[in-house]
């Protein structure tokens, strides 16, 4: 088994540290993108559109059937 000396477990430590702080700097700058609405629906802007009308259409229906129920009685 190898053994090392003390200066090498701390540059060691130090190293991981390093590259650790890297990867906490990449994954929160990718959060942060991920999270932003704004930019999500300007990238996909043509598929919001179609979904924010197929969903009015579908409440619209759902709620002029419900009027109708209630008419009809």
């Not at 000396?5 to 991981?16: L, Y």
């Not at 990449?26 to 924010?52: F, M, S």
Request: charged share 25%; aromatic share 4%; proline share 1%.
């Amino acid at each position: 088994m190898a053994t090392r000396t003390p200066e090498q477990i701390r540059a060691s430590i130090e190293d991981n540290r390093v590259q650790l702080a890297h990867s906490l700097e990449r994954l929160r700058a990718e959060v942060t993108e991920i999270t932003d609405w704004r930019k999500q629906i300007a990238t996909h802007q043509k598929q919001v559109l179609i979904g924010a009308a197929a969903a009015g259409f579908i409440l619209g229906g759902g709620i002029a059937g419900i009027v109708g129920l209630f008419r009809r009685r």
